[in-house]
Structure formats: structure tokens, C-alpha cells
């Protein structure tokens, strides 16, 4: 413990109570005259004694008094060398600080002792499972024993819904059931309403009273990192209609802002303020709503667990406060009857005291340490939310101090922020600013004109508006990397949108670092190793989606290396159905002329271009007899497409029946297929059309029939395609007949399924998280052969038969996945762009789970004016660690981050070198979550909030001490010969010979 005076001048009013007491002291004896009286008493009245001034026991208690006023307080100093702390889902993680040793000895409540090895700095960290509020924590080591508790968790938050609107109390009913919240409109501490919130003192969540007049808004983060986005994606929201924040809210701090910067969701000091409805778009279907909604209530709410107060660390805050109170006792039971008048002064003192005492701080730039270091415990120090917020070890002496803290509005935070966060390729303005100097993330000075596209990601330094020494910093957001392996004009470009990913490489190239990258395969062949780097690259955290349909992979190779990364089989392509696809019949009558002919043949080779690869045709011409141009069962390809224009000519008879009756036959005795199509304008010798559209019909022969030219008859065609259910195409021109001949010829794919509705969930995995809660449903998927599963592997998505849809298998820290269906309008039909964003959006939700963790951060200022950088701790991370941070444009620099037992967050102080004094920008974390601040220091809502540890505002001690000037007054009291004669005659029963003793 270490003594902290909280008014030290009045020490130097110790020598006035000496001074009097000597006074008094050597003063003349009172003279009386003597008289003959009948009692003793009134004889030693009236008898002359010796004076003996002031007696030495009333200076020592009026020089205690004096040093009670002057607000003595133990303040603790010795480090908490163990510390409990519960994290999101309950649980304990235990900190252990033992500088110098190697290992401990940990005691949970009754549980048996375990061994705790320490780290080169004798720091360990232990997870435990939940445990009741106040279970002793005992940690044994050879410099002694360490004790702590299990804090208490934090209560329910109670709210009241004045929205009425369904979205919001279907997510608050979760909420409710899964006991975060309790919903009861008498005493609520957090109200949810639509329109202004006026003049509540409650916080509260409030929506618009209606849709805006903003369509389709494309949303992003605007601040650094906000607590309740964490682990979200706003960037795939669909907002329909929106309106921008405005009003008292714009001295708030942004949230969620549009394309061009303009507030769709702010957090001001009255709770936060919607500008959209959760049901204008798709917010209230994603998983993402009750998620975003339960931590405002958990911000906002009142009902949070409170740090634990010893009663040893009580009574030090409350030392002066003790002291006074025994003073009175001493002064009754020394003094009896001459220390009255003192002791009533010192009660008076003490009830006075105990009037609540605010101290207002207006100034931003105001030293909170000194300020508090003056002030009584129970005091309440206000300040703008602007202020720098303090440091956790400020936090710790405000705590330690019972000095509380309040907020108050700042009228200077209309001037805006000074930290922005864009996208890479997003224009940037400042109003009423055209132009500015820019300090690049290199280093390099650029004169730059509104509005503003950075060429690279990273932190930039803007000289700010009318003032260039107010920086300002832009921090332009590093795309996630991503390599599209595939061919070029591929549909898997759609999956890696340009405002969320950033194709760095082509076919084959493994974007670094893995974590928090992606890749999509679609196809192309891989070698071995390739796919050992690829292997590795998926270990280290990579993403990787494997897209085997939307082309197939005919490398038997490939799709066997895959296997070893993947969670199935690559199916192979889909074999053709039959060995041919039927014969193609064509008139070449001479009623045949001109555009007729043009027809016949574009509707010819146009059908045969549009066939799979090696397929097999017969291509047959009639006029009086029929004749073969290309034999049936011929593997169509380039060299026969190029002979077909020199073998069709017109001119001759037309008979059409027996024509049929050959292909008839050819296509009855073959294995192949039975379709056939017939290009003809109708005209033809007569002949029993009805028996051949029988014949054909009962030998399940697929007819189709193109009628071309100017004139055309369907005297033959109609009894003959009604016979044979077939079916008959007019052909204007040769656009038409292509059109005609590719729908009527087109396969069935055999390695092809249709999708049974509905679409269903397999197995639960954040993989799935993001995105809407309910997947679009494919048309068709491709059959897989579930027997090659790798035990690793997990279905994620199914249809209604069970077929998988999504696989996806865990190789390290990364993934890999397959998709089973298209990415086409064959496959996807009307919900093409619905089923990109939803993988896209799964593809980024993997890799920002992938990357280095993202630990907010802001810059503070401890006593004596030092800035610090404090930054998060996440629930596994280590007591003190390395991280990178330095000035926007120099070289990075290593900082030791250090938290205390017990706290959430790190603090590292910054180099006096940096030249701060000059306005300077600093950054700080890995490029794939860049931070940055700028001094001077300025506070927010939420710094503040971080830094008090959940509590805004700090409580002050209960109690305050009694009022020093009043003190004083009883400390003079106490060296006053004329307070003791005032005494004397204040009502007594003291018996005579007490009193003659006294006297």
C-alpha cells in the first residue's frame, strides 16, 4: 500500500494548532477573590489554581485532524499476480503473472492441484469451463500465495419494444429465450421505439418511422472495427430503401455508411439510430440480425457484471473517511465534556461530506489523473466524450481512488471525425475542401484533388480543412486476395466481386498470405506439384472452392489430386447418352431455292456445331430417292462440318415417305439415338402419312420438322407429325432454324439430376453462417459417388433426396469446398445472382475467419500527457505480445503490448521519438486489418466505453469523506481556550469529586 494525499496543502496548516497551544499555553492565571464557601467544590471555584493551558492529548488529536483533511487514502501497489475473467460464452480464462518463475501450482475451488508451467515471462494463461460466482482461485508458487474469485456473470438486460415491428420482436423473442434479455415495459433499461428518441434519459435503439427515399444504398463499416460488426458482413446486406441519419445524431459516430459516405446507422450518447428498417431488404432473413441487435441491448444495457471490491481495498479508499469517524470516538472518550463542541463539528463534517460533489471538466485537453488525484473518493468527474480516454492502468487508480466518471455531450464533435475507412477503388471527399496534401503508406507527399481515389490500400495522411496541423487519416481497406483458376470468360469471375475481392494472380498462382485468401478452381488441370503447394497453401488458412461442373474436368489426373484436398470425388463429365444422336433428314427438291436453300443449309451446320463433342450423325438428302451425305453413327467434327456445304445442292423430285421409311429402318436397327429431324418446305409426293407417323411413333422415333422457304405446304406434315406426336417448326430464316434445330436436338445430360426441393441443412458449421439463412435452390446438380467421402469431409447442404450440394473438409487452419451444381441459368434458373452473392458471401466469411485476428484499437493518454496505444485482447491471447505499429509513412516498428491479469485490454506506450508534437498519424496491426489514429488524442463513445470496461459511466465510491474544512474548524476547536470555556458551560452530571479532579 502506498499513502496519497488527496489535499496536500492543508499539511502545511500543521504548525497554526502548535502555535495556538503554546499561546495557551503561557497565558496570565485567571486572579479570584477568596471567600469562606460550605463546599468544596465551590471552594476550588473560587480558589485561584495554576493554569496549565491546553492539555498536550487535544494538540495531538487537533494535528490528526489536520491530517485527515488533508485526505489520506492507501492506494494499492502491488501487481495482481492472478485474475479471473469470464469471456462471451461464459467460461473462465485465468491469468497468471509470476515474473521470474517456470511454473506454478493452480487450485480451482476443492478440485486437486495441477502443475501450471509459466512462459519466459512467467505468464500463463488457463481456460476453464463456467464455474459459480465467487469460487476461490488459489495459485501456489514460491514467492507465496495468490488469491482471486470467479467474477459474477453478467444479468439480463431488460428492455422495452415500442417498435412494433414483427422483425424486430421475432429477434428479441430469441434474444428472451436464450436468456439475454428480458422484455418488461415497467422498468426498463434500454428502449427499442421508432422515430426521434427526444428527450429519454433511458438509452435507446430507434428505427425510422419510415421507409427513406435512398434506393438500394450499397453498405459498408465506417468506423474502425465497431464491437457489434464483428464477424459480420453489412457488405452483402440488400437495404431496398434507406434515409440518412441526420438531425442530433450527426454528432454521433457512423456506424454504417453508403457508397458516398453518408450515415445509415450511427451510435451517438442517447444509444444507436437506424436510417433503414430491418425488413426494407433482407437483414431480418440473415443470421446476422439477432446477432447485431443483442450486442447494442448488451452495450447499451446496465446489467453487467461489476468488478468485485475487497473489503481490504474499501477500507483504503475510505481511509479518511474511517479516520474522521474514529476521531470521534478518541475526541468523546480523551476529552469528555471539553471535546463536545469539536466532536458535534466533526459529525456535522461527516454528514455533509456526503453530498454528491461533480467535478466538471469542459476542457478536452484536461489531465484526468491530476484532476482525479485531487479529488474525494465519491466524486464524479465529467467530461466530453471528446477527451482522450484514459489508459487502463488510469482506469485501475480511478478505481482504486473511488473517483467516478460521467459523460457529456461535446459540441466541437460536429466538426467530424478524423479517422475514415474507404474501400480500394471508392472515391473519398471533404466537404467544403477541393484540395489537400496526402502523405502516402510509403512515405511519399502528394497533392491530391477532391474526390480522391487512393491507388493503394494502406493508411494515409490528409492535412485536415482550414488547419493543416489537424491531420486526418484515411485508412483505404486491403481487398481479399483471390486467384481464379480457371479458363478465361468463366462464370467463377461472378463469385470474386471487385469490391470485396482482388484477383492478384491467374491459374495457378497461391495468393499470400494464405490466411484470409482465396481460390476458386474451375477445371483446369493440376500437376502434382501443384497440388502439394496447394496443399500446403490450404493448411496455412487458405479458402478453396472447387467449381467441378460449370465446366468439366476431363484430367482424370486432376480430378484424382483433388481428391486428397476435397471432401468427395471431382465427378468425371457426363458421358453422351448414346453413341449417336439420330439422322438428319434434308429436302433437296428443286422447290428449294434462294433463301429456302440459305435456310436448309445455315439450319445444318449450325445444328451439328451445337452437338457435344464427338457425337455421332447420319446426314441424309432426298429428292426421288434418298441418299446418305455422311453415313449414321459418324463422329461429327471440324474436317466433316468443312465437306457438309459442298454436298448439299437442290433440284430433283421430292418423295418424302419413302425417305422416312429408310431412315426408318437405319435408326430401328441401330443402338444410337432415335431422333429425327427433318428440314423440308412440305411439298412432297403423296403417300400414307398416317401409317408412317404410327410406325415411327410406336418405335419410340422422336420426329421434328423444319418447314423453310416461301411457300410452304403442310398437306403431308400435319397428319404426319399428329400420328407421331411429333412436333413441326416454322423457320423463316436461318436465325429461326438455328434456334429450332439446337432446342429440338439438345441431349439429356445422363451425369445430370434434378434438385428436389427443399434445400436443406445437413450439418451445422460456420462455413454456412454467413449469408441468408435459407440457400437458393438449384435446377440440376451432379451425381457423386458418396463412398469416396474422406472421413475429414462434412455435406453440408443436401436437397430433398439427401444428394449433397456443398461439401466442405478442414486440412489445418484453412478449408477447402465443393459445389455440386452450375453456376449457370441451366442449373440456377431464375436465382443466378442470388446463389453468386450467397457463395461469394461465404467465400469472404471464411477468409476473414482465416485471418490474423482483427483486435480494435485507439489511441489514449495516460498522466503526464504519455500516448498510448491500447488494442483488444481476444479470449486466447497471451498477458503481453509483439505487435507492429509505427507513423503513417515510416518504417513499422515492434511494440511490447502488456495487459494485467484479469483486463481486456493491451496497452503499449509510444515512443517519445515519433514526433507526435507534429500532428502525426500512426498505424498499426497486419495489412489485412490496419488501424490507425491521429494526435492529438481524441475520444468517442465507444473508446470511452472500452476503456472504463463495459461501464459508462464509472461509478464513484459509495461513500465520500467528511468535509475538510470543516475539519479544520474542529482541529482549531481543539486548541481554542475559549471553545473549552464554551464547554464549560454546556450541560453536564458530572459528580463532584470528578469534577474537583478535572479542575
Not at 481479399?480 to 463469385?495: K, P, T, V
Not at 459509495?958 to 474544512?965: D, K, L
Request: glycine share 8%.
Amino acid at each position: 500500500m502506498m499513502a496519497e494525499w488527496v489535499h496536500p496543502w492543508l499539511l502545511l496548516l500543521l504548525p497554526v494548532p502548535l502555535i495556538l497551544w503554546l499561546l495557551n499555553r503561557n497565558r496570565i492565571p485567571t486572579t479570584v477573590r477568596s471567600q469562606i464557601v460550605p463546599s468544596t467544590l465551590l471552594w476550588h471555584l473560587a480558589v485561584a489554581q495554576k493554569a496549565h493551558g491546553i492539555p498536550l492529548r487535544s494538540l495531538l488529536l487537533a494535528l490528526a485532524l489536520i491530517v485527515i483533511a488533508s485526505g489520506p487514502r492507501l492506494m494499492p501497489t502491488d501487481e495482481a499476480s492472478v485474475a479471473a475473467r469470464r469471456i462471451t460464452d461464459g467460461s473462465l480464462v485465468i491469468d497468471i503473472r509470476l515474473p521470474g518463475l517456470e511454473r506454478c501450482q493452480l487450485q480451482i475451488g476443492t478440485k486437486p492441484d495441477r502443475t501450471i508451467p509459466l512462459s519466459a515471462a512467467g505468464e500463463a494463461i488457463v481456460n476453464h469451463a463456467a464455474l459459480p460466482a465467487g469460487t476461490p482461485v488459489v495459485v501456489t508458487s514460491s514467492t507465496g500465495h495468490h488469491h482471486c474469485q470467479v467474477p459474477p456473470l453478467a444479468s439480463a438486460v431488460v428492455i422495452s419494444d415500442r417498435t412494433d415491428l414483427p422483425h424486430v420482436a421475432a429477434a428479441l423473442e430469441a434474444l428472451e429465450e436464450s436468456g439475454l434479455i428480458i422484455i418488461d415495459d415497467q422498468q426498463p433499461e434500454v428502449v427499442l421505439l421508432r422515430g426521434e428518441a427526444g428527450s429519454r434519459t433511458l438509452p435507446t435503439i430507434s428505427f425510422p418511422d419510415a421507409e427513406g427515399s435512398m434506393i438500394l444504398p450499397r453498405v459498408r463499416p465506417a468506423a474502425a472495427g465497431p464491437t457489434i460488426l464483428e464477424g459480420l458482413h453489412p457488405r452483402y446486406w440488400t437495404i431496398l430503401r434507406s434515409s440518412e441519419v441526420l438531425g442530433e445524431e450527426t454528432s454521433g459516430e457512423p456506424i454504417l455508411v453508403d457508397e458516398n459516405g453518408n450515415a445509415l446507422l450511427v451510435r451517438s450518447e442517447a444509444g444507436y439510430r437506424w436510417g433503414f428498417l430491418p425488413g426494407s431488404g433482407d437483414l431480418w432473413k440473415r443470421s446476422d440480425w439477432p446477432v447485431v441487435l443483442g450486442r447494442m441491448i448488451e452495450e447499451l444495457g446496465t446489467s453487467r457484471a461489476v468488478e468485485a471490491t475487497t473489503w481490504l481495498s474499501a477500507m483504503a479508499r475510505h481511509s479518511s473517511l474511517i479516520l474522521a469517524i474514529g476521531m470521534t470516538i478518541c475526541i468523546f472518550g480523551f476529552l469528555g465534556r471539553n471535546g463536545q463542541v469539536s466532536a458535534s463539528i466533526i459529525i456535522v463534517a461527516l454528514v455533509i461530506g456526503q453530498a454528491s460533489a461533480t467535478h466538471r471538466l469542459l476542457d478536452s485537453d484536461a489531465d484526468i489523473d491530476r484532476i482525479s488525484a485531487a479529488s474525494d473518493p465519491g466524486t464524479t468527474i465529467e467530461v466530453f466524450h471528446s477527451a482522450p480516454p484514459p489508459s487502463p492502468d488510469l482506469v485501475r487508480l480511478l478505481r482504486d481512488r473511488g473517483v467516478g466518471i460521467s459523460m457529456a455531450n461535446d459540441p466541437e464533435r460536429a466538426a467530424g471525425r478524423r479517422e475514415h475507412r474507404i474501400r480500394l477503388g471508392q472515391s473519398f471527399s471533404i466537404e467544403s475542401m477541393n484540395r489537400t496534401t496526402a502523405l502516402s503508406p510509403s512515405g511519399e507527399s502528394h497533392q491530391i484533388e477532391f474526390p480522391w481515389v487512393a491507388p493503394t490500400a494502406g493508411a494515409w495522411q490528409l492535412d485536415g480543412p482550414g488547419d493543416p496541423a489537424l491531420a486526418m487519416v484515411v485508412i483505404v481497406e486491403q481487398p481479399i486476395r483471390a486467384a481464379l483458376w480457371s479458363d478465361d470468360g468463366s462464370m467463377a469471375e461472378n463469385l470474386l466481386p471487385e469490391s470485396v475481392f482482388s484477383i492478384v494472380d491467374g491459374s495457378g498462382s497461391l495468393p499470400e498470405p494464405a490466411a484470409g485468401s482465396v481460390i476458386v478452381w474451375n477445371s483446369i488441370s493440376i500437376d502434382e506439384e501443384l497440388l502439394g503447394g496447394l496443399e500446403d497453401w490450404i493448411h496455412r488458412g487458405g479458402t478453396f472452392l472447387a467449381l467441378p461442373t460449370d465446366r468439366f474436368c476431363a484430367d482424370e489426373g486432376t480430378r484424382l489430386r483433388l481428391q486428397r484436398v476435397l471432401a468427395t470425388e471431382v465427378p468425371p463429365p457426363p458421358e453422351p447418352p448414346v453413341p449417336d444422336l439420330g439422322i438428319l433428314l434434308l429436302d433437296l427438291s428443286g422447290s428449294l431455292t434462294g433463301e429456302a436453300a440459305s435456310t436448309l443449309l445455315a439450319g445444318t451446320l449450325s445444328l451439328l456445331e451445337a452437338t457435344p463433342r464427338q457425337s455421332r450423325w447420319g446426314i441424309a438428302g432426298f429428292r426421288d430417292q434418298m441418299h446418305w451425305i455422311i453415313e449414321p453413327g459418324t463422329r461429327i467434327d471440324e474436317s466433316i462440318i468443312d465437306q457438309i456445304p459442298d454436298q448439299i445442292s437442290t433440284g430433283g423430285g421430292t418423295n418424302l415417305g419413302a425417305a422416312l421409311r429408310k431412315c426408318h429402318r437405319m435408326l430401328v436397327a441401330n443402338e444410337g439415338g432415335r431422333s429425327l429431324v427433318v428440314i423440308t418446305d412440305g411439298r412432297t409426293t403423296p403417300d400414307d402419312w398416317i401409317s408412317i407417323g404410327q410406325s415411327l411413333r410406336r418405335d419410340g422415333i422422336e420426329l421434328d420438322i423444319v418447314l423453310v422457304g416461301d411457300e410452304i405446304d403442310l398437306a403431308a406434315v400435319n397428319p404426319l407429325s399428329r400420328a407421331a406426336k411429333g412436333e413441326v417448326h416454322l423457320a423463316p430464316d436461318p436465325g429461326h432454324a438455328r434456334a429450332l434445330l439446337q432446342e429440338a436436338i439438345r441431349p439429356d445430360d445422363r451425369g445430370w439430376q434434378p434438385v428436389e426441393k427443399p434445400l436443406r441443412i445437413a450439418s451445422v458449421d460456420p462455413f454456412i453462417d454467413a449469408g441468408p439463412q435459407a440457400p437458393p435452390v438449384p435446377v440440376r446438380r451432379i451425381a457423386v459417388d458418396l463412398s469416396s467421402r474422406d472421413p475429414a469431409g462434412k455435406i453440408l447442404w443436401v436437397d430433398g433426396l439427401g444428394a449433397p450440394m456443398l461439401a466442405v473438409r478442414r486440412i489445418g487452419a484453412g478449408i477447402s469446398s465443393i459445389w455440386y451444381s452450375g453456376l449457370d441459368q441451366f442449373s440456377l434458373a431464375g436465382a443466378v445472382h442470388r446463389t453468386h452473392a450467397h457463395i461469394s458471401e461465404l467465400l469472404a466469411a471464411s477468409a476473414d475467419r482465416r485471418k490474423e485476428p482483427h483486435r480494435r484499437g485507439f489511441l489514449t493518454q495516460a498522466g503526464g500527457g504519455e500516448i498510448l496505444l491500447m488494442l483488444q485482447r481476444l479470449d486466447s491471447d497471451p498477458l503481453s505480445m509483439q505487435i507492429s505499429a509505427g507513423p503513417v509513412g515510416a518504417d513499422k516498428y515492434s511494440l511490447l503490448a502488456t495487459a494485467r491479469p484479469g483486463q481486456a485490454w493491451y496497452s503499449a506506450a509510444i515512443p517519445g521519438d515519433w514526433h507526435l508534437d507534429q500532428h502525426r498519424a500512426i498505424r498499426w496491426g497486419p495489412p489485412s486489418h490496419i488501424d490507425a489514429g491521429v494526435t492529438p488524442v481524441r475520444g468517442s463513445s465507444w473508446r470511452w466505453h472500452s476503456a472504463l470496461g463495459g461501464a459508462d459511466p464509472l461509478e464513484p465510491a459509495p461513500f465520500s469523506p467528511a468535509s475538510w474544512w470543516l475539519l479544520l474548524l474542529a482541529s482549531v476547536s481543539l486548541v481554542s481556550s475559549r471553545v473549552r470555556r464554551w464547554s464549560d458551560l454546556l450541560p453536564h452530571r458530572d459528580k463532584e469529586e470528578a469534577a474537583v479532579q478535572r479542575r
